[in-house]
């Protein structure tokens, strides 16, 4: 395999802004042109690497910390990895960056309204009812990126244009050579 640079991309925002379908999306076209790639999911690590934790400040930045540590590993060997995660806190998505060093944050950004009008799996409606607490956005804080590589607004941006941003983001930072993401479109 071609020599590759490790970077992590972090994708940061609110449940539903979307996060999810724009890694996939950035994913399908690295595996595409034959990139070693791996996707750290907020869920999914929820229900393995960090099972147990709550969504207390302690608890969300625990969550963080252990992802950054998974990331910071296969990123200095030459993984490209693609953290999804609502990542609420701006002092520890700070501090993972800084122990991962080569590090692209996206700020995933729909207003709430959009995301819980996408309801995408009906935990607004949760939330709003009471029976889910402490629900970004809702009834617990989200902090949002001051200054991102990378900005997508997904209320008015298709997918295709964020996909976009997130390869001209990693060409500019010189993880990925130019023709990536010609070869994409
Ligand atoms: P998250 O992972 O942030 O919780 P999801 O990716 O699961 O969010 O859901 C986002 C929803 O928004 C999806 O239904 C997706 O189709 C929709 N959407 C609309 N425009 C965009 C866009 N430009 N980028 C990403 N998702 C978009």
Not at 28 to 35: D, F
Not at 132 to 156: A, M, N
Request: glycine letters at 8%; one cysteine or more.
């Amino acid at each position: 395999m071609a020599q590759q640079k490790g970077v992590t991309v972090w994708f940061t925002g609110l449940s539903g802004a979307g996060k999810t379908t724009i890694t996939q999306a950035v994913a399908q076209t690295l595996r595409e042109q034959g990139y070693g790639i791996e996707i750290l999911d907020g869920d999914l690590i929820r229900e393995n690497l960090t099972k147990g934790l709550g969504f207390s400040k302690a608890d969300r930045d625990e969550n963080i910390r252990r992802i950054g540590f998974v990331s910071q590993l296969l990123t200095r060997n030459g993984v490209i990895v693609l953290v999804s995660a609502i990542s609420p806190y701006r002092a520890v998505r700070e501090e993972v960056r800084q122990k991962i060093g080569s590090f692209v944050e996206v700020f995933v950004n729909a207003p709430l309204a959009t995301c819980e009008e996408r309801d995408v799996k009906g935990l607004y409606k949760k939330a709003r009812s009471g029976e889910i607490k402490q629900f970004t956005g809702i009834s617990d804080p989200y902090e949002p990126p001051l200054h991102p590589e990378v900005e997508c607004r997904t209320d008015l941006e298709t997918l295709d244009e964020s996909v976009s941003q997130v390869f001209a983001a990693l060409e500019a930072a010189g993880y990925l050579p130019t023709e990536a993401r010609a070869m994409a479109h």
